[in-house]
Structures are given as structure tokens and as C-alpha cells.
């Protein structure tokens, strides 16, 4: 069974709702589906259930501007999936969804893009992925030597499910943003916490009460990342001797902005980590014990749970083969323009976020560029526009693990891929469709 519509789109996250609204906006009447493996909205704020999830930057940004968040300045992770939901309903989004369909396969063949999927079939002029970045089946799972030989249990903070941890002795290994908001959250009900920090991590304090505004806090993030680029050395330094919980042991190695800080909610990390509960250890693991992991120094954790909070694999097109003329395609071998298509591609956008800004803010920008682009095309009656492969060597846009782990996943090149949310708002709207590194077919 197959339907023809306009527009498939993958992903019910923030980039599938995002993505529906500009659709619906500029072409009304259009015919679209949002296919997508889970049972409910939300994407990466429907799959994490960890205690203390939450969003790592304001929610003025980090909300839509088409509906603007109500709530504090941080948003709790059950708050956003409620949040995301509730703008899919406002929009008559939901209705377009397809839950509870995997999508294994995209192939391009005719002027068409048919999916493959374990249920019904699509076919569509355009296919808008909006899969996320994150490998959402398989995290990144250290292997330490002996993991058959623990008796407590291990979890990955990315498959919580309902792992208990009250009463229980719980250590946590990770320095990133995950580690960071657990610990506090769990602390009150677990017996004790040991944080296992190899790497310490730059941690910023956001006040629950601030009040701002989307467009201020556009111009500070941006002002503050910027700045942090030109003054690597002194900022450093400025950061330091302000906040006394920096010393030998908890002074990250790399510089301020080098890595996505980590965030803390009212000192509420700065809180816990003075609690006699709570024991940081700054150095790796060697091996698992029968009771716990092994420190590189000797010493043995005890626990009953241990938290792998260890991060993500990076993934991009959610793990879908890729077809054109029945030729397999590897991403890797593509060039990436603007952060939005893929050389080789016809017709087949899809989202990226930034490292120092809000992902929400970018799908915005990116969706009505998308737009742009479909007009361009509707006036022109061209059926198809296929990136060519253009650009400059791909580098780490950031030097954090995930991303260094990853660049073999990312297309070799990247043409005008700007990790700067100024620059691509103007340069998204300014420029032309017309570019000369797009190639259109009637
Ligand atoms: C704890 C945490 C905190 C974060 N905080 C911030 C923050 O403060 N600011 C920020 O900018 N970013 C933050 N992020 C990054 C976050 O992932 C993005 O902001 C955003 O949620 C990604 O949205 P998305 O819609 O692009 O992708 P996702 O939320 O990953 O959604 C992708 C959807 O696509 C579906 N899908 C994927 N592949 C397939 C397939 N093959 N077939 C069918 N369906 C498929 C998935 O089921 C999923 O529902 C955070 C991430 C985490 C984990």
C-alpha cells in the first residue's frame, strides 16, 4: 500500500513540528505526513525520562517564536514534551502524524522519493528529515573490562525506563550536562552519590527567575560565545577567579566555549556537591568490580546502580539507507550545504542543530529557508534541486567527544555551514535560492 502526498516529513520532535508549521504557513492546502517510530510527539524530550532532565539553555530561545513558551527560563523535560504536543495540536499538526513507524530506507527514483517502512509506504516530491543527531537506539556505552562480573545494575541515562535509584548507592559517570543536572535531583533519595568525573566540565549558574526576552537573549548568548572566541586566555582566567568552586581539580583543561558548557539551576549542582552525600572522583575507570567500578588509582565505588551518563553516538538521517538510482549512498562521501541538504540528494533537506546556540532557533531559520526554496521552484516549475558537491574539508565544529567520535559519520565536505545563528538568519534570508551550488531540473 503507498500514498502520494507533497511532502514527507521524518522526525515528530521539535525540527517535525517546527518543520509542519512553516509548511502549512507558506503552502496552505499542502499534503503532508510526519512518520515517525514513536508513540507519541516530542522526540529527544519523549525518549529521555532521567531524573533532573531539562533543557541546557533559556527557553526563550529554546522555545518556538510561533508560540512562545510560558514557563520558567529552563524548561524541565516534561514540560517540554507537554509543550511540544500542545503546539502540534494548536497547529492541527497532529493529525499529520504517523506514530509507531520505523523508517528504514528512502529511495529516489523517477522524480519521487518512496520510503520503506515497517508499516504503510509514502511516495513525495520532497522528503524533510528531522531525525535529531543522535543515534537514538544506541548510545555511547564505554566498555571497562569485567562488566559481567558487577552484580549492581548499569544504566544509560538515554534508556532510563524505571530504574529506581531511592536508597541506593549510585554512581555517576560523566562531567557533561547530563551528570550535572542528575546529581542534584537525585541526591535527596539516593544513599549516596558518587560522581566519577574524568574531565572536569565549565559550569555555568542560570537564575530560575530571570526575566528576558527572545530577542535580548539572542544578542547576549551570541555576544557571550563570541567574545569567548576572541579572549580564550583572559576569559578563562575572569571565570576562574570569580567562582571559588574552580580550583586544581575542577578547572576544565580546554577553554571556556571549547565544549557546550554545562548548566546549573539556582547552584543547584554548587549545592549538591558539598552535601556529605555526594563524592566527586576525578579520574577514569579502570575496570568493573563485583561491587562497582575500579578507579585508575585502585580504588573501588561500591554502588547498586551505576549511570552511564556518557553521553550519544552522533547519527545523522536517523540511521536511514539512503537510495538514488538504486545507488547506495554514503553521507560520508557528500558534501553538506548550508547545514540543510546533502550533495547528491534531489529534493531531500534536512535539519542540523548548532553547538552554542538553540537548536529550535536554527529549525526555524533553516524550515523557512526550506520554504523559500520550494517556492523558488513552484514559480519556476522546476521539480528538482540537488546540491553539488562543493565546499571545504569538514572540521570538528566543536572539540567534545561526541563530535570528534563522529566525524566519520558527517559528509567529508561542508559548503557555507555557519555555526552562527546572526550570520545564518541574514544570509538565509539575503541570499539567493539561485546560489550556483544548487542545480535545478524541470
Ligand atoms: C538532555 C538534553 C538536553 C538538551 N538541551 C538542549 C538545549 O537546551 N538547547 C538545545 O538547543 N538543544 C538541546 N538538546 C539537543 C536536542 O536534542 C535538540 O534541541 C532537539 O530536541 C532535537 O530535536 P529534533 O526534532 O531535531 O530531533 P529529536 O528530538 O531527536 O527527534 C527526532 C525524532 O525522529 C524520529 N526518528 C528518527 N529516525 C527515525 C526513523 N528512521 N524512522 C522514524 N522515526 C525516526 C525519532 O523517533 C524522534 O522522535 C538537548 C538534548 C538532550 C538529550
Excluded at 72 to 84: F, K, V
Excluded at 190 to 206: D, E, F, G, H, Y
Excluded at 402 to 430: G, H, S, W
Aim: glycine share 8%.
Amino acid at each position: 500500500m503507498q500514498d502520494n502526498i507533497d511532502v514527507i516529513i521524518i522526525g515528530a520532535g521539535i525540527a517535525g513540528i517546527t518543520t509542519a508549521y512553516y509548511l502549512q504557513k507558506n503552502f496552505p492546502g499542502v499534503s503532508y505526513k510526519i512518520l515517525d517510530s514513536r508513540s507519541s510527539a516530542g522526540g529527544t524530550w519523549d525518549q529521555m525520562k532521567f531524573p533532573g532532565v531539562r533543557a541546557d539553555n533559556d527557553m526563550y530561545t529554546y522555545g518556538f517564536s510561533f508560540n512562545p513558551w510560558k514557563g520558567s527560563i529552563i524548561g524541565n523535560g516534561a514540560d517540554i514534551r507537554g509543550y511540544i504536543n500542545q503546539t502540534a495540536n494548536k497547529f492541527k499538526i497532529k493529525k499529520n502524524i504517523v506514530f509507531n513507524t520505523q523508517v528504514s530506507a528512502l529511495s529516489w527514483k523517477d522524480n519521487l522519493w518512496t520510503t520503506k517502512t515497517d508499516k504503510k509506504n509514502y511516495t513525495s516530491q520532497y522528503v524533510i528529515c528531522c531525525t535529531g543527531s543522535r543515534d537514538r537506539n544506541n548510545p555511547h556505552l564505554p566498555k571497562f573490562k569485567g562488566e559481567s562480573k558487577y552484580k549492581g545494575k548499569i544504566v544509560h541515562t538515554q534508556n532510563w525506563g524505571d530504574t529506581d535509584f531511592k536508597g541506593k548507592s549510585v554512581t555517576i559517570i560523566g562531567s557533561g550536562c547530563t551528570a550535572i543536572t542528575m546529581a542534584p535531583s537525585i541526591i535527596k533519595e539516593a544513599k549516596k552519590v558518587t560522581l566519577v568525573q574524568r574531565s572536569p566540565a565549565w559550569i555555568i549558574n542560570i537564575d530560575s527567575q530571570e526575566k528576558s526576552s527572545r530577542g535580548y537573549k539572542t544578542f547576549q548568548v551570541l555576544k557571550d560565545y563570541i567574545s569567548s572566541r576572541f579572549f580564550k586566555k583572559s576569559l578563562r582566567k575572569k571565570i576562574i577567579a570569580a567562582d571559588p568552586y574552580y580550583n586544581d581539580k575542577t578547572t576544565p583543561s580546554y577553554d571556556f566555549w571549547d565544549q557546550r558548557p554545562a548548566s546549573s539551576l539556582d547552584q543547584d549542582y554548587f549545592r549538591a556537591v558539598e552535601s556529605s552525600k555526594v563524592k566527586i572522583e576525578r579520574q577514569g575507570v579502570s575496570n568493573w568490580e563485583a561491587t562497582g567500578v575500579k578507579l585508575q588509582d585502585g580504588k573501588v565505588i561500591h554502588s547498586d546502580l551505576t549511570v552511564m551518563a556518557t553521553g550519544g553516538n552522533a547519527q545523522l538521517l536517523g540511521g536511514i539507507d539512503i537510495f538514488v538510482n538504486d545507488k547506495k549512498i554514503n553521507i560520508h562521501d557528500t558534501s553538506w550545504y548550508r547545514g540543510m541538504m546533502f550533495s547528491g540528494l534531489p529534493n531531500l533537506f534536512a535539519h542540523a542543530g548548532y553547538i552554542n546556540f538553540s537548536w529550535t532557533a536554527r529549525c526555524e531559520i533553516v524550515s523557512q529557508r526550506i520554504c523559500k526554496t520550494i517556492k523558488y521552484m513552484k514559480k519556476k516549475e522546476l521539480s528538482t534541486c540537488t546540491a553539488k558537491y562543493l565546499g571545504e574539508k569538514t572540521t570538528p565544529s566543536i572539540q567534545a567527544n561526541y563530535v570528534l567520535r563522529a566525524m566519520d559519520k558527517f559528509p567529508n565536505r561542508t559548503y557555507k555551514f555557519y555555526q552562527n545563528y546572526f550570520v545564518e538568519y541574514i544570509i538565509f534570508k539575503l541570499s539567493k535560492v539561485d546560489d550556483g551550488a544548487l542545480e535545478f531540473e524541470r
